[in-house]
């Protein structure tokens, strides 16, 4: 077989008969642009349209509900499952969810859940699933401790065990062994919560586990290679910012501290490395200001390092894991307005390069690193609207 592109500026093909077939888009066309790829086996062919896109932040099909706040996760047929969020049309936290199709570039609707939140938290679970649990539900002007699993078969929510605390502003991670580990958060008081939870999907049910060393809300929580969770930073009930962390050890269930940020933060960004290290960036300050600040934390040594700052100081914004390694950090808040700015960060050389800018400023968005590579940036709120935004794009 034979492998051709009609415009090796665009796009090549490989030929090698290691990795035959392989695509890869080479050129950064100013729209998107096809590029005919064609395979060839004697007097029998076939032909497929590679639609190349420019590099940087490109528009896609826009979410049926203006949302912020919503959880965004990846289910494992390639699809984004966008769930409930704040909104303003309805008002409150609408139970609307949808779906993202990298293939048509357009968001269609999906079941309903059972209970509009915010604040929630969307876990992709090992059979598939979506656990959905906690956060504020406006229609019972109460924080939450109910739970949900959508089910991408069906499309639809189902109700399951309930947490044993209602809770929002917690996080929640898959865990090796299949379980889901909920920690912190506040409680519908407005207290810090230090107690933790385990959700076993064999039987839908939760179930304490130990508690953490410190209560704490709007934390980072960071599955390491290990198997551990790192926690870490967080607020106070009056909006102060931890500097402390600590790990989550499934085979004790017990949390024991580890080395303290060297910047106190709340509303900052964790994304694991491909070295294991975890990259903690931005957030609030103690004084409630952003952070431009960037930092490290290495389970061998269970240290956090500073390293290179954020080319903008930001919080509640969106970061992810590209395939070359590096982390896109975009939108968020500034020192006054919401962000449309966005930079990479580089393990390789410790620093941050700012790249092309968001098409829309946002706060709270959510950031899905698709199947292909490509990065999905949904929602949010954007002071130049004065609103929560429907649009979505891709970078």
């Given at each position: 077989m034979t492998w051709s592109s009609s415009d090796t500026t665009l796009a090549q093909i490989s030929n090698d008969a290691t990795n035959p077939g392989a695509a890869v888009a080479v050129g950064s066309p100013a729209a998107t642009t096809p590029a005919t790829i064609t395979a060839t086996d004697g007097s029998v062919?076939?032909?497929?349209?590679?639609?190349?896109?420019?590099?940087?932040?490109?528009?896609?099909?826009?979410?049926?509900?203006?949302?912020?706040?919503?959880?965004?996760?990846?289910?494992?047929n390639g699809m984004v499952l966008i769930a409930a969020g704040a909104g303003s049309n309805p008002p409150g936290a609408p139970a609307t969810a949808e779906l993202y199709n990298p293939a048509t570039g357009s968001f269609a609707y999906t079941g309903n859940l059972n209970v509009g939140r915010y604040y929630h938290t969307a876990t992709l679970l090992q059979n598939g699933k979506v656990l959905i649990a906690g956060g504020d539900a406006p229609s019972t002007l109460s924080i939450t401790a109910s739970a949900e699993l959508y089910d991408p078969v069906t499309g639809t929510f189902a109700v399951t065990g309930s947490m044993n605390t209602a809770r929002y502003y917690h996080t929640s991670t898959l865990l090796n062994n299949g379980m889901v580990l909920i920690a912190g958060g506040q409680n519908s008081s407005g207290q810090n919560l230090a107690s933790a939870e385990l959700y076993d999907p064999a039987n839908g049910t939760f179930t304490a586990t130990g508690n953490m060393t410190v209560a704490r809300g709007n934390q980072t929580a960071t599955l390491l290679d290990n198997g551990m969770v790192l926690i870490a930073g967080g607020a106070l009930p009056n909006g102060a910012s931890i500097a402390s962390a600590e790990l989550y050890d499934p085979a004790t269930g017990a949390f024991s501290a580890t080395g303290s940020l060297n910047v106190a933060r709340y509303s900052h960004t964790a994304t694991l490395l491909q070295n294991g290290k975890v990259l903690i960036a931005g957030g609030f300050d103690v004084n409630h200001n952003p952070l431009a600040s960037a930092e490290l934390y290495d389970p061998a040594s269970g240290t956090f390092t500073l390293t290179g700052n954020l080319s903008t100081a930001r919080d509640v914004h969106a970061a992810a894991l590209l395939n070359d390694g590096t982390v896109l950090i975009a939108g968020g808040q500034g020192p006054s307005l919401t962000l449309a700015s966005a930079e990479l960060y580089d393990p390789t050389t410790g620093t941050f390069t700012p790249t092309g800018s968001l098409i829309t400023s946002r706060v709270f968005p959510t950031a899905t690193r698709l199947d292909g590579g490509m990065v999905l940036i949904t929602g949010g709120y954007s002071s130049s609207t004065t609103s929560e935004l429907s649009s979505a794009e891709l970078y």
């Open positions: 062919n076939g032909m497929a349209t590679l639609n190349v896109r420019p590099t940087g932040f490109v528009a896609t099909g826009s979410m049926n509900v203006a949302r912020e706040t919503q959880t965004a996760t990846l289910l494992y």
